[in-house]
């Protein structure tokens, strides 16, 4: 860890709806590290797979800027963007969006394909993707004939083909049982320490947030709470220190409702 890789400053989101508009994010500063795992937790409607999108790229923030290794993307034009997220960003969500028609090899491959790298080494990496997510005896199934956890690492592996610096992820385990959930989260800890992978996981899950030596806590379009916490052998917080946080987290997500109810309304015309 070290190097600062992502430096969001002043970010903030206004969705225009109908006559008056919506303020989404309201002013977000973060900065993420190398190497770093943090989540990002909050009540549904607290802006989080918001600010993921803005991070990932996607979408255009209204105000602000977010600096990847210091260069400003928010200027970039389209397809600079589209280059630099490929080449740095892997996604996953929580519907994988896998291709029912190809398996699990092809869909690992897919985002090569579509670059036009070359097959060969391509269909390597896939393979060896696949072996590392635990699943090189399901190769050529195709994801109806794969249980929703290995959909989910197929969606992980995919998401690693192109050697990415960062993943992010939108309740990447919110639709698993929680041992395969388990099994997932303990697949991101590993990527993290073999490749020094970053990853910023929103999630839901008190199982996963009790983990992630950092937690980021938005309440109402704006960051409330940034917690780090020591870290075990595993990379995984010490637990002794976790509950509580995940604990806290949980309730300032509950006490937002209210905070979220009175906000005022958006300024118009911004
Ligand atoms: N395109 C849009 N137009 C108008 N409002 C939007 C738009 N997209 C999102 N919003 C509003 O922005 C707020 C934040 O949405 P977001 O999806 O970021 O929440 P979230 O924190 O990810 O919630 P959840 O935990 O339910 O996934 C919500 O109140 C949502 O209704
Ligand atoms: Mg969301």
């Not at 970010?11 to 500063?29: A, C, S, Y």
């Not at 896939?126 to 929703?148: F, I, M, Q, W, Y």
């Not at 395969?180 to 008190?206: E, M, P, Q, W, Y």
Request: glycine letters at 10%.
């Amino acid at each position: 860890m070290g190097q600062d890789l992502v430096v969001v400053e002043g970010l903030t989101k206004v969705f225009p709806h109908g006559e008056k508009d919506v303020d989404v994010l309201k002013g977000i500063d973060l900065t993420i590290e190398e190497g770093e795992m943090l989540s990002i937790v909050g009540k549904s409607g607290a802006g989080k797979s918001t600010l993921l999108h803005l991070l990932g790229t996607l979408d255009l923030p209204t105000a602000g800027r977010i600096l990847y290794d210091g260069n400003d993307v928010t200027a970039y034009s389209s397809s600079r963007l589209a280059e630099f997220r490929n080449q740095t960003i892997g996604f996953v969500f929580q519907f994988h969006h896998l291709l029912p028609e190809f398996d699990a090899v092809e869909n690992v491959m897919m985002p090569g394909l579509i670059r036009g790298t070359a097959r060969g080494p391509l269909e390597k990496e896939a393979k060896k993707l696949l072996d590392e997510v635990g699943l090189s005896h399901r190769l050529t199934h195709r994801p109806g004939e794969l249980s929703g956890g290995e959909q989910q690492r197929v969606a992980l592996a995919r998401a690693l083909v192109m050697r990415p610096r960062l993943i992010l992820a939108d309740e990447p385990t919110g639709n698993l049982d929680t041992g395969t959930s388990d099994a997932i989260h303990r697949l991101f800890f590993d990527l993290n320490k073999s490749r020094g992978l970053t990853f910023l996981i929103v999630t839901h899950s008190r199982d996963l947030a009790a983990k992630m030596p950092r937690i980021v806590t938005m309440v109402d379009g704006r960051v409330d709470r940034d917690d780090r916490r020591p870290v075990g052998e595993n990379g995984e917080a010490a637990q002794e220190s976790a509950p509580d946080t995940a604990e806290h987290a949980s309730q300032e997500a509950e006490d937002s409702e209210t905070a979220e109810e009175s906000s005022p309304g958006a300024a118009p015309g911004a």
